[in-house]
């Protein structure tokens, strides 16, 4: 089992900048794939970004490519997304999300096998 917290949501202004951070407890934290998906108001949960065990490899969203960096700390167990430029349309909530490193780095939802409870960022216009 992998549990994971993310915290540094909040709110503020178009063109601000915020960073989300995941700590994972349970199973080793450098097996996994990790990856960073939001769901805004009313539509689905959308993939954002996500980042391979070795750190070797990363993955985005069009939609925040240039303007969002994943990145991780392996020796402290920490996944993390800074979000720069930020705009109204990145309003959503956000969560980390896991899977084992023997599968390949992937964008699909149904791939994650563990979820964090997810953490608001609102982005005033």
């Known amino acids: 089992q992998v549990q994971l917290v993310e915290s540094g949501g909040g709110l503020v202004q178009a063109g601000g900048s915020l960073r989300l951070s995941c700590t994972a407890s349970g199973r080793a934290f450098s097996s996994m794939h990790m990856a960073w998906f939001r769901q805004a108001p009313g539509k689905e949960r959308e993939f954002v970004a996500a980042?391979?065990?070795?750190?070797?490899?990363?993955r985005y969203a069009d939609s925040v490519k240039g303007r969002f960096t994943i990145s991780r700390d392996n020796a402290k167990n920490t996944l993390y997304l800074q979000m720069n430029s930020l705009k109204p349309e990145d309003t959503a909530v956000y969560y980390c999300a896991a899977r084992a490193a023997s599968a390949e780095l992937t964008v699909a939802e149904w791939a994650y096998n563990y979820w964090g409870q997810g953490t608001q960022v609102t982005v005033s216009s």
């Open positions: 980042i391979r065990w070795s750190v070797d490899a990363t």
